[in-house]
């Protein structure tokens, strides 16, 4: 048997403005992508820095050696 409501059910969706939870939830995929893709084109980009190879990518575990550099003795000019 069918039941039947007497009326619709209001519900009220907390917000901020025009954003409420479940938008926000769905943007949530399309933010991740974006930062990662920013985050590389920084990495990229400035890859070739003195500063930031010394102050973030010397200290990555296990590829941070790539970027030090220790030239031979002998390459050195005196």
Excluded: C
Excluded at 34 to 40: M, P, R, V
Excluded at 51 to 74: A, C, M, R, S, V
Aim: no cysteine.
């Amino acid at each position: 048997m069918v039941s039947y409501v007497r009326g619709p059910a209001y519900k009220a969706l907390s917000h901020f403005g025009k954003l409420n939870p479940p938008l926000v939830r769905s943007y949530i995929p399309d933010l991740i992508f974006w930062g990662a893709a920013a985050g590389a084109g920084v990495a990229t980009f400035t890859e070739g820095w003195p500063l930031f190879q010394q102050t973030f990518y010397e200290k990555i575990p296990f590829f941070g050696q790539h970027w030090i550099h220790n030239p031979d003795p002998e390459d050195v000019p005196v």
